[in-house]
T-cell receptor
Framework: GAVVSQHPSWVICKSGTSVKIECRSL??????MFWYRQFPKQSLMLMAT?????????EQGVEKDKFLINHASLTLSTLTVTSAHPEDSSFYIC?????????????FGSGTRLTVV | GEDVEQSLFLSVREGDSSVINCTYT??????LYWYKQEPGAGLQLLTY?????DMKQDQRLTVLLNKKDKHLSLRIADTQTGDSAIYFC?????????????FGQGTTLQVKP
């Protein structure tokens, strides 16, 4: 089955530093990847959609200069939280899909718990 | 705009059936999904249903779709303590042609022994 590996599982960083989260599709080519943010006991909030080789499409209210997304290959997308602050502490989850048409399905990573101190 | 609503909490006894309900607003949705999330983990796809279907059964899971009322439900038969988790319904928001999913708030299922 489709597997998505997300690293790191958790990270603690100091305010002002940047953190990179990786999302890899291990056994399929992910044309489209999605990045979500989840606050405790809340739903997943879509941050951005990225297609391989093109710029990410950000949802309204998400700062693209703050949350840098790179989807350089069909198996890897990265989310970099730049100049992190405590309010960026959250659970970040990626999702990968072979495409958006019909039902290619969505495979989720295991998530990254970011704590900014 | 698109919106997906779920009840927040459900408590059942082990062995009983659980029914988790969901309503959505986008009539153009083609696929609707149920995901399970255990503490500190990502989302695990449980099942999905295509919008031209009324029902789908997969072992202990039964999905019912009422497209007229935009109502989706997930029934878990013979609920076990291992089923305790948060369950999210999601619709594929086809109107945007981005393939993005819109999630409900999640229903916390508590299974008592």
């Amino acid at each position: 089955g489709a597997v998505v590996s997300q690293h790191p599982s958790w990270v603690i960083c100091k305010s002002g530093t940047s953190v990179k989260i990786e999302c890899r599709s291990l056994d399929f080519q992910a044309t489209t990847m999605f990045w979500y943010r989840q606050f405790p006991k809340q739903s997943l909030m879509l941050m951005a959609t990225s297609n391989e080789g093109s710029k990410a499409t950000y949802e309204q209210g998400v700062e693209k200069d703050k949350f840098l997304i790179n989807h350089a290959s069909l198996t890897l997308s990265t989310l970099t939280v730049t100049s992190a602050h405590p309010e960026d502490s959250s659970f970040y989850i990626c999702s990968a899909s072979k495409g958006i048409g019909n039902n290619y399905g969505y495979t989720f990573g295991s998530g990254t718990r970011l704590t900014v101190v | 705009g698109e919106d997906v609503e779920q009840s927040l909490f459900l408590s059942v006894r082990e062995g009983d059936s659980s029914v988790i309900n969901c309503t959505y607003t986008d009539s153009s949705s083609t696929y609707l999904y149920w995901y399970k999330q255990e503490p500190g983990a990502g989302l695990q796809l449980l099942t999905y249903i295509f919008s031209n279907m009324d029902m789908k059964q997969d072992q202990r899971l039964t999905v019912l779709l009422n497209k007229k009322d935009k109502h989706l439900s997930l029934r878990i038969a013979d609920t076990q303590t291992g089923d305790s988790a948060i369950y999210f319904c999601a619709e594929k928001y086809d109107s945007s042609n981005t393939g993005k999913l819109i999630f409900g708030q999640g229903t916390t299922l508590q299974v008592k022994p």
